[in-house]
């Protein structure tokens, strides 16, 4: 009977650097899907909850993305909703953030076309196995923390990304907060969760397609079995 070995740290650092692009590339789709809004200015209501017209809503959103991009140059200016200096100074924070991810995401990318092209000289297609499970425990992780109790989660997010409390809003001097309502995150994390799931099983089909083609059932240097 051939010996069968336990998955290698490689595997789970490999997993790693795939959940790592997920996420990133989720979050960077989420941030940038401006229809998600859209749909949400309806549904949640926000022009009557906020005193606002959906016209005033959708330009002063627009206006926060198109800041939050890191190819955007200048201030953070809002074309018709007032903004304190410890709000203007919170979405600068944001931005940092946002801009984080996109260089995680780059970098990502090249370290996972560098293990695609090595494992696929060495014909070695167990990493997608791996990656795409381990992909697949964050956003089920976050997923159920979100439906447990997300007024706690939203709250934690908060206090591990910032060191201060100028989330905080108040709706007189930054009234921004009125048509950014506490579920219209609810339904960002849901898209990214979402993006990441269905990212792990693409490539969960990729690795069973590949299995299917290639007859690999071992590794090509006595790993595991698959």
Request: hydrophobic share 50%.
């Amino acid at each position: 009977m051939r010996k069968i070995k336990r998955f290698k740290i490689t595997d789970l650092l490999i997993g790693s650097v795939f959940t790592v692009l997920f996420l990133s590339l989720g979050l960077i789709f989420t941030i940038n899907f401006r229809p998600l809004y859209y749909l949400d200015v309806k549904l949640l209501h926000i022009p009557e909850t906020s005193g606002y017209s959906k016209e005033e809503i959708i330009e002063n959103y627009d206006a926060l993305i198109d800041y939050s991009s890191p190819f955007h140059k200048g201030s953070l200016s809002f074309p018709s909703l007032d903004a304190s200096p410890s709000g203007i100074q919170h979405f600068e924070e944001v931005k940092d953030i946002f801009v984080a991810f996109y260089w995680l995401g780059a970098f990502s990318i090249i370290a996972a076309i560098g293990i695609i092209i090595y494992k696929s000289r060495n014909r070695d297609i167990s990493y997608l196995l791996v990656s795409s499970i381990t992909a697949i425990i964050l956003p089920l992780i976050v997923g159920l923390l979100l439906a447990i109790d997300f007024d706690t989660s939203f709250l934690i997010f908060h206090k591990i990304f910032f060191n201060n409390d100028y989330w905080i809003f108040d709706p007189i001097t930054d009234p921004v907060i009125t048509i950014l309502p506490s579920t219209f995150f609810l339904h960002c994390a849901f898209l990214i969760i979402a993006f990441i799931i269905i990212s792990s099983m693409i490539l969960f089909l990729i690795y069973l397609y590949l299995k299917k083609r290639s007859g690999i059932k071992f590794r090509k240097n006595r790993g595991i079995k698959i």
